[in-house]
């Protein structure tokens, strides 16, 4: 089973546009990382944010962690075309053994 | 620096064979895990090692096993395979056996199963 589920399931934007995706867990976690997978190779690892922190960037990357509603966003400002791929939140918990549970990502395409 | 390097890229085989995939860490890592990525969905974890000694295991048969060796090269076995194992095997390397240590994916093997 997977810890994390992201919202939406798919994006599609114009270049130059901001993307938002959200990723709801269920039980407390230690950290949240956010990676991004291109056409089904290997993930990239984009940002971890801890449990005691509440915002992170990373460049055009905003992370927000929200652990009363167990929820994280992940920003990409300014979209372009090499940032189309599918973005995963990973969550490690101690309930998990402290190993990486991913969600099941959202597929954002940004259209030139 | 050479990244995480798997081995075959693609694999074919038919229901009840066994398969061997292979994962190269990065210089200096000596933690590696397994993942096994069902199309559509999110990695799923299979195994951690660490300095040759298995640190976790996620909710799979015993039909899946794995070896890390001297070099800290792995291996990761299935046996008896099923159509449902179908599937990109992903590796990835990290220097300490820690969540928050970030980890460093590999290609993936891309297994079919007939």
């Known amino acids: 089973s997977q810890q994390g589920e992201e919202d939406p399931q798919a994006l599609s934007i114009q270049e130059g546009e901001n993307a938002t995706m959200n990723c709801s867990y269920k039980?407390?976690?230690?950290?949240l990382q956010w990676y991004r997978q291109n056409s089904g190779r290997g993930l990239v690892h984009l940002i971890l944010?801890?449990?005691?922190?509440r915002e992170k960037h990373s460049g055009r990357l905003r992370v927000t962690l929200d652990t009363s509603k167990k929820s994280s966003s992940l920003l990409i400002t300014a979209s372009r075309a090499a940032d189309t791929a599918s973005y995963f939140c990973?969550?490690?918990?101690?309930?998990?053994?402290?190993?990486?549970?991913f969600g099941g990502g959202t597929r954002v395409l940004v259209k030139p | 620096d050479a990244g995480v390097t798997q081995s075959p890229t693609h694999l074919i085989k038919t229901r009840g064979q066994h398969v061997t995939l292979r994962c190269s860490p990065i210089?200096?890592?000596?933690?590696v895990s397994w993942y096994q990525q069902v199309l559509g969905q999110g990695p799923q974890f299979i195994f951690q090692?660490?300095?040759?000694?298995?640190?976790g295991r996620g909710n799979f048969p015993d039909r899946f096993s794995a070896r890390q060796f001297p070099n800290y090269s792995s291996e990761l076995n299935v046996n008896a395979l099923l159509l449902g194992d179908s599937a990109l095997y992903l590796c990835?390397?990290?220097?300490?056996?820690?969540?928050?240590?970030?980890?460093?994916f590999g290609p993936g093997t891309r297994l079919l199963v007939l």
């Open positions: 990835a390397s990290s220097f300490l056996a820690v969540a928050t240590e970030t980890q460093y």
């Open positions: 039980t407390s976690i230690n950290n």
């Open positions: 944010i801890r449990s005691n922190e």
């Open positions: 990973a969550t490690d918990a101690r309930a998990a053994g402290n190993k990486l549970t």
């Open positions: 210089s200096g890592h000596k933690s």
């Open positions: 090692y660490y300095e040759k000694e298995e640190r």
